[in-house]
């Protein structure tokens, strides 16, 4: 019933850039909160950060004044821009969203994930 794809992943040097999208589609009525996960190989997958439908944004310490989330209401879309990357950001990056189906029904949506490695 929705799908989410998300695209922007790759190999970056230390210091460098990346910019994730994730991008919602289907039988979708309206998107609430989006956000961006990690999952770093045998660790824990962690919130990055979220936004609500209104742009009010929340983000994991470690990534605080490096990374930004955005999103476009009327594209279903979010998302991560990752500014002065480090080793430790290292991981698969996964989106989510609350949804509200045509349907009315409501779900919780994972799109498969992004690599995303910075090395040098």
């Known amino acids: 019933q929705v799908q989410v794809v998300e695209s922007g992943g790759g190999l970056v040097q230390p210091g460098g850039s990346l910019r994730l999208s994730c991008a919602a589609s289907?039988?979708?009525?309206?998107?609430?909160?989006m956000g961006w996960y990690r999952q770093a190989p045998g660790k824990q997958r962690e919130l990055v950060a979220n936004?609500?439908?209104?742009?009010?944004?929340n983000y994991v310490d470690s990534v605080k004044g490096r990374f930004t989330i955005s999103r476009d209401n009327a594209k279903n879309t979010v998302y991560l821009q990752m500014n002065s990357l480090k080793p430790e950001d290292t991981a698969v990056y996964f989106c989510?969203?609350?949804?509200?189906?045509?349907?009315?029904?409501?779900?919780?949506?994972w799109g498969q994930g992004t690599q995303v490695t910075v090395s040098s």
């Open positions: 989510n969203a609350d949804v509200r189906l045509v349907s009315m029904q409501t779900g919780n949506y």
């Open positions: 936004i609500s439908r209104g742009g009010s944004t």
């Open positions: 289907g039988s979708i009525f309206r998107i609430y909160a």
